[in-house]
């Protein structure tokens, strides 16, 4: 495997790798669904801890990075299933965690929720959830507008960018460069990642959410009742809606004090604070 930087972009959730790492450890799941692979560092990360814990990672990507498909070529404990989630879930199987970094907006998050905690779900399942605070809590965003069903979409734009103070478009802010659209206004009725969530806690009331909002955020979703919640939720729950957030006129910057823990130093698996 290469060497995984120290440093990676704020948009990745290897941010918050500690995090997740600890909460496989108390998983110890068997099979990782990973929904959107993006660069594959998450990726690699997911697999080197799988091929040490004896595991299974899917990574589910349209388009996997070519990192990605080098590394599932090495290693036994990474297959590549290229589609759409969340039409590919069906295929898939079930697995103990899926790491949700996909298209990042209510309607394709709603049915990933619902295959995993809908009637028809299996065991108790942990959903790692990227994206739960600012810019896409409470805003689409549609990597293929086109390709979702006309009731999926709000009105939206690829153009401008994305400020916290302003729930429209403005010439500034966060912006994708064409890369993707999202929604033109922020909040209301189906809109956001973190909306998605909280509509699917109303429709299945065990289920708990642990959010930790700064830097994209990312949340920890789980049925209380799952035999490994107890721990969980005590090796979470002190960072639960932790944050410190600056706003600048161009955009925002957020920063949590523990964002670069080291894992090695700490009784609760999170290390000390950098």
């Known amino acids: 495997m290469s060497e995984v930087s120290e440093y990676p ?17 108390i998983v110890r799941p068997q099979r990782i669904v990973e929904i959107g692979g993006e660069s594959g560092a998450l990726t690699e990360r997911l697999t080197v801890w799988a091929q040490e814990s004896q595991a299974h990672v899917v990574s589910v990507d349209p388009m996997p990075a070519a990192s990605t498909r080098a590394l599932a070529q ?18 898939v199987g079930h697995a103990e965690v899926y790491v949700i970094d996909g298209d990042h907006n209510y309607w ?16 108790p399942a942990l959903a790692i959830l990227h994206d739960v605070a600012r810019p896409w809590a409470r805003r689409d965003l549609y990597y293929d507008p086109s390709g979702l069903p006309p009731e999926a979409t709000h009105e939206y734009s690829f153009r ?13 802010g966060f912006r994708g460069a064409g890369a993707y659209a999202y929604a033109k206004r922020e909040g209301g009725e189906r ?50 809606e932790l944050s410190s957030t600056r706003w600048s006129a161009t955009g925002w910057t957020s920063t949590c004090a523990w964002w670069r823990c080291r894992t090695s130093s700490s009784a609760n698996g999170f290390g000390s604070i950098a």
């Open 9 to 25: 972009l704020l948009h990745s959730l290897t941010v918050f790798w500690n995090q997740i790492r600890r909460s496989l450890e």
């Open 74 to 91: 090495r290693s036994g404990h990474l297959s590549l299933v290229e589609a759409k989630s969340p039409w590919a879930l069906e295929s």
């Open 108 to 123: 394709t998050v709603s049915r990933e929720l619902e295959h995993l905690f809908g009637a028809e779900a299996a065991d």
């Open 160 to 172: 401008g960018g994305v400020l916290p103070t302003e729930q429209g478009v403005s010439d500034g």
């Open 191 to 240: 809109n956001g990642v973190l909306t998605a969530v909280e509509d699917a806690m109303r429709r299945r009331q065990d289920l708990e959410l642990i959010r930790l909002p700064c830097v994209f955020g990312v949340g920890f979703l789980f049925p209380g009742s799952a035999d490994w919640a107890d721990e969980l939720r005590q090796s979470l729950a002190p960072l639960h």
